[in-house]
């Protein structure tokens, strides 16, 4: 004999909770995963820290498909730092990029502040003047490798992936909820007579 469970509206409420606390911290885990990885402005706001990858230009002790760890520090005294920086007006050299600060110089005719850049094995710096308004961070950790999916997620080619996740997972569910009162029937198929 088969027993009916009720189901009270006390465990309704009770279930109905759970489900939405699992879904908030859901959310804001994935918020709080989210913002580290793409979005600095907020990164800096919750944490001090950014997180950065898939840059147009990298010092010659970084890799490409590294992802770097930032935090804000003081512009004028970075010198020695490896400093990541949004280069804008410089035509085909524009783009986030990481290097080396060589020098900072005090432009005393417009009371500016900017610095020189270069890659590590190189004692030349690049012809940029790097501004505080371009200064996004200081590299305080990298992390090998983990910079190219970072980098794919924030590409335009991961809308395919997404799509093809969300009806993969869309399917599962289906699938999975189908009724079980429509099972295929366990009689025997008859065979054919000649």
Do not use: H
């Amino acid at each position: 004999m088969e027993e009916k469970v009720i189901e009270t509206r006390k465990d309704k409420i009770l279930d109905l909770t759970a489900k939405i606390g699992m879904s908030t911290l859901f959310v804001a885990i994935l918020f709080f995963v989210i913002s580290f990885l793409y979005i600095p402005s907020i990164s800096y706001g919750i944490y001090q820290k950014a997180s950065f990858s898939g840059l147009t230009g990298v010092d010659s002790s970084l890799n490409a498909n590294d992802l770097l760890i930032t935090e804000k520090r003081d512009f004028a005294k970075s010198q020695g730092d490896i400093i990541v920086f949004d280069l804008e007006g410089y035509n085909g050299n524009d783009g986030l990029k990481a290097y080396r600060v060589y020098s900072i110089i005090d432009d005393g005719a417009t009371g500016s502040k900017y610095c020189l850049v270069g890659s590590t094995d190189s004692s030349v710096s690049f012809p940029w003047r790097v501004t505080e308004d371009m200064y996004l961070g200081t590299v305080t950790v990298r992390i090998p490798g983990l910079g190219a999916i970072t980098g794919f997620f924030a590409s335009p080619l991961s809308i395919i992936f997404w799509v093809v996740a969300a009806g993969s997972v869309t399917g599962i569910v289906l699938i999975l909820k189908k009724d079980p009162n429509k099972a295929i029937s366990e009689e025997p198929t008859k065979e054919r007579k000649k």
